[in-house]
């Protein structure tokens, strides 16, 4: 066996019992909490030997590399998330290869979603992003918009929105992260109770290699961890 296969292996293992143990102190259950590996800038021998570890939901910033990878990787049971900006030009041939969009930024975008959707015959689950750190920089809705965007999100018949994502603010390091996290997590509470019926926000999608843990322990389901699963390799 090759040594990057081991260490995939091991550092898949560790990442899961890290997992496990912030899911513990948040009170729930490592099942409460799904892995989607980082690929972007891993090789396709790493990502390969990721999977047949047993991780097979897989996440891409980039559309065009998203493509790419999903045909030159079509023999393995991987389920692709889209977790980067998608332009709406690129919608059309990147649903049919996603399990889910994790980064829906603007209503022009989720309404682009649904339209291709409905002409590909799919129903697409989808992630808000909000931009709870405030900056300039980051996309997503602005949290206070959110709210009134809801029942015109019920009507959509081709996007089922399942929760919220954010990525951290980058000043500010761990405790700022902490917060934001945080923030995201009121601000789904905030909105369950008006929530129409066919929108769900169950799903937090928060927290990558360097603050899964906390992101964990504020309420994330769903973590999205890159260079933590493919550390001491260069496959």
């Not at 041939?93 to 291709?116: F, G, H």
């Not at 954010?166 to 009121?186: K, Q, V």
Request: proline share 4%; glycine share 8%.
């Amino acid at each position: 066996m090759p040594e990057f296969v081991q260490l995939i292996r091991d550092n898949l293992a560790r990442v899961r019992r890290q997992i496990a143990d912030a899911a513990v102190r948040s009170g729930r259950t490592a099942e409460a909490v799904q892995l989607v590996a980082v690929t972007k800038s891993a090789g396709e021998a790493a990502i390969r030997a990721l999977v047949e570890a047993g991780c097979r939901d897989l996440g891409e910033s980039r559309p065009q590399q998203l493509w790419d990878r999903a045909a030159r990787l079509a023999d393995l049971p991987i389920r692709w998330h889209m977790i980067g900006t998608l332009q709406r030009n690129k919608v059309r041939r990147t649903l049919p290869l996603v399990q889910m969009l994790q980064s829906a930024d603007s209503p022009a975008l989720v309404e682009a979603v649904d339209r291709v959707a409905a002409e590909l015959s799919l129903c697409v689950p989808v992630l808000l992003e909000a931009n709870v750190s405030g900056e300039g920089s980051k996309r997503g809705f602005d949290p206070v918009s959110v709210e009134p965007y809801l029942d015109e999100l019920a009507r959509l018949e081709h996007v089922k929105i399942r929760g919220l994502m954010c990525m951290a603010g980058l000043e500010g390091g761990l405790e700022r992260a902490r917060r934001d996290f945080a923030a995201l997590r009121e601000l789904r509470d905030r909105l369950k109770p008006s929530c129409p019926d066919r929108v769900s926000l169950d799903e937090l999608s928060m927290g990558m290699s360097g603050d899964f843990e906390a992101a964990i322990e504020e309420g994330a389901t769903i973590v999205r961890i890159g260079s933590a699963l493919f550390e001491g390799t260069d496959a």
